[in-house]
T-cell receptor
Framework: DVKVTQSSRYLVKRTGEKVFLECVQD?????MFWYRQDPGLGLRLIYF???????EKGDIPEGYSVSREKKERFSLILESASTNQTSMYLC????????????FGPGTRLTVL | AQSVTQLGSHVSVSEGALVLLRCNYS??????LFWYVQYPNQGLQLLLK??????LVKGINGFEAEFKKSETSFHLTKPSAHMSDAAEYFC??????????FGQGTTLQVKP
């Protein structure tokens, strides 16, 4: 089975802190994605990556950056956390560009105080 | 541009009753459509997907969905709800770049 793991299930940070969210997948998938999930808004794509060292902006990239130095790892970075970034963050991976589904990690619930 | 609309943010059914969760999409190309389920405090899990071929798609846990091009719909159904079906359900359409566009989600409540 595909496994996507995220470094923390719950995280509490203070405004202005730099925050790293880590995601690792074990199925050699080319594509990796970061979403945030908010009530009533569904999932919104922050960034995605089709290959190592490649990244593309999603629908809401402001305030975030990403890093993909290895194929299996995709990191989301909040350079200076703000309270409006309090949310559930979900990582996903998929193979190729076909209709293969995305596999999701368990999520990180981030609270910024 | 592709988009997804889920009608009803909350649906409540009795155990044993029919489950119907509605999803309408817009797409300028033949769509790939997905239903995901999210149980409390977990990530999303694929229920079923439509790519090409048969318009009635069967998924896990007794769920199925029918792709209706004329109605631009992909509604999710289950004949008999179980308490364990209580979760949040997301419909999604895949765009040509490989991204998924998600609906707002529908929370299913199952009453005993």
């Amino acid at each position: 089975d595909v496994k996507v793991t995220q470094s923390s299930r719950y995280l509490v940070k203070r405004t202005g802190e730099k925050v790293f969210l880590e995601c690792v997948q074990d199925m050699d998938h080319e594509n990796m994605f970061w979403y945030r999930q908010d009530p009533g808004l569904g999932l919104r794509l922050i960034y995605f990556s089709y290959d190592v060292k490649m990244k593309e902006k999603g629908d809401i990239p402001e305030g975030y950056s990403v890093s993909r130095e290895k194929k299996e790892r995709f990191s989301l970075i909040l350079e200076s956390a703000s309270t409006n970034q309090t949310s559930m963050y979900l990582c996903a991976s998929s193979s190729g560009f076909s209709y293969n589904e995305q596999f999701f990690g368990p999520g990180t619930r981030l609270t910024v105080l | 541009a592709q988009s997804v609309t889920q009608l009803g943010s909350h649906v409540s059914v009795s155990e044993g009753a029919l489950v119907l969760l509605r999803c309408n999409y817009s797409s300028s190309v033949p769509p790939y459509l997905f239903w995901y389920v999210q149980y409390p405090n977990q990530g999303l899990q694929l229920l079923l997907k439509y790519t090409t071929g048969a318009t009635l798609v069967k998924g896990i846990n007794g769920f199925e969905a029918e792709f209706k091009k004329s109605e631009t719909s992909f509604h999710l159904t289950k004949p008999s709800a179980h308490m364990s079906d209580a979760a949040e359900y997301f419909c999604a359409v895949k765009v040509p770049t490989g991204k998924l566009i998600f609906g707002q989600g529908t929370t299913l409540q199952v009453k005993p």
